[in-house]
């Protein structure tokens, strides 16, 4: 796996290293000695999956707080996404600052997101999925979110009218 850090820090995409032959090719997506030498979260307390059948649809801006706290892994295994990423740690430099990446099922990228983030994304095509590696159970109790188009981050998503949950349409603004 080959580690690209991006403008916020501890986040990272990660491209498969792909060993090749005629039958196609096999690659590493998960390693928890690979994770731990660069001093990211490696524990896994749950796998989930998102699967959108209209281009279009948000997710997000979803975020646990204290003391369960979400560390994730996301890959888009059919379809396409715009993901996002968020900093919302209030000591962090790039405090309110988000990063889009296209992951899709032919580049096979995946986003590393550290606790402290809120994440979200929207579907590109129809008949997409998500599948993620989370360091902590989903907790009702400890889920939040932001509005997807809060201006505090004037993220810039790709389509226009996204579809959207009620929950996530009604989101607050972030408040730090």
Not at 107 to 114: G, L
Request: with cysteine.
């Amino acid at each position: 796996m080959k580690f690209v850090p991006i403008p916020l820090g501890g986040a990272y995409v990660i491209e498969l290293e792909r060993n090749v032959d005629g039958r196609g090719f096999f690659a590493r997506s998960w390693s928890a000695e690979e994770f731990e030498a660069r001093g990211l979260t490696s524990n896994l307390a749950q796998c989930s999956i998102s699967f959108n059948t209209r281009k279009g649809t948000l997710r997000g801006l979803h975020y646990q707080i204290e003391p369960y706290p979400e560390t994730k892994l996301v890959r888009c295994s059919a379809g396409a996404v715009y993901d996002v990423l968020v900093d919302l740690r209030r000591e962090s430099p790039t405090h309110r600052k988000w990063f889009g990446v296209e992951l899709n099922a032919e580049n096979r990228k995946m986003v590393y997101i550290p606790k402290g983030f809120a994440h979200g994304f929207q579907a590109l095509v129809d008949n997409t999925e998500i599948f993620y590696q989370i360091s902590e159970n989903y907790r009702v109790e400890a889920s939040r979110g932001a509005r997807w188009n809060d201006p505090a981050f004037a993220i810039d998503w790709p389509i226009a009218n996204p579809i959207l949950s009620e929950r996530d349409r009604t989101f607050p603004d972030y408040m730090p």
